[in-house]
């Protein structure tokens, strides 16, 4: 009997490798308390170190993603909305400021823009695993920023403690802002693949306008 694993791309770009940061960052922290042998677990058989990695990092990127929800949410400033998407849009293309799609919900739109042209709808695919990889990045950057913070704490290497822990802050600054860009692209995209779907207006019309 043979069994098959089938792993998305939000699961792996999304969840397994701001994961594997993660993991990275607690075999440190634990084998700096000595709770764990590190070396040791370097001699496993190759193919279960491997399973034993990858496993370990998607749990803990499942785990950890409401996390990286709430510190999504603690940096409003650099909040941006659909409403944002859509008055650059308008902006772009005023022939379509009167048109019912525009005011739909984005994820409405996406799924019509998959059922008229999937490769084509699949590149705001993309970037929302691009999106959704970058904000669970963050937290994985600031864990790691926080490991930093306690080795200068403690020392004894202090200096390189403080680089890094300088290094890592600003790392996690530029992915929320690098995210922030990333997820307004697939708003906009969408807008701009449903303003060539034939009959998009339809659905959203008002009733009286579709008589």
């Not at 070396?39 to 399973?51: C, E, F, K, M, Q």
């Not at 959704?132 to 930093?148: E, G, H, K, P």
Request: glycine content about 6%; charged content about 20%.
């Amino acid at each position: 009997m043979s069994v098959t694993f089938a792993v998305g791309l939000f699961e792996l770009f999304g969840i397994a490798i701001p994961g594997g940061v993660q993991l990275a960052v607690l075999l440190y922290a634990l084998g700096r308390l000595h709770l764990v042998d590190v070396g040791a677990l370097a001699t496993a058989p190759s193919a279960l170190l491997v399973v034993g990695a990858v496993v370990s990092s998607y749990v803990l990127g499942s785990v950890t993603t409401p996390l990286s929800a709430v510190l999504d949410k603690i940096t409003p400033r650099w909040h941006r909305t659909p409403d944002d998407a859509r008055r650059i849009f308008l902006a772009s293309v005023p022939d379509a400021r009167d048109r019912p799609f525009v005011s739909a919900d984005p994820n409405v739109l996406l799924a019509a823009a998959e059922l008229h042209n999937k490769p084509v709808a699949s590149e705001v695919t993309r970037r929302e695993e691009v999106g959704m990889m970058q904000r669970n990045l963050a937290l994985s950057l600031t864990m790691a920023s926080i490991a930093a913070l306690v080795e200068f704490a403690v020392g004894p290497h202090w200096l390189l403690a403080a680089c890094c822990a300088l290094l890592l802050s600003t790392a996690v600054v530029g992915t929320i802002w690098r995210e922030r860009k990333t997820r307004h692209y697939p708003w906009l995209k969408t807008l701009e693949i449903c303003f060539w779907i034939p009959d998009i207006d339809t659905p959203f019309a008002p009733d009286r306008d579709r008589r």
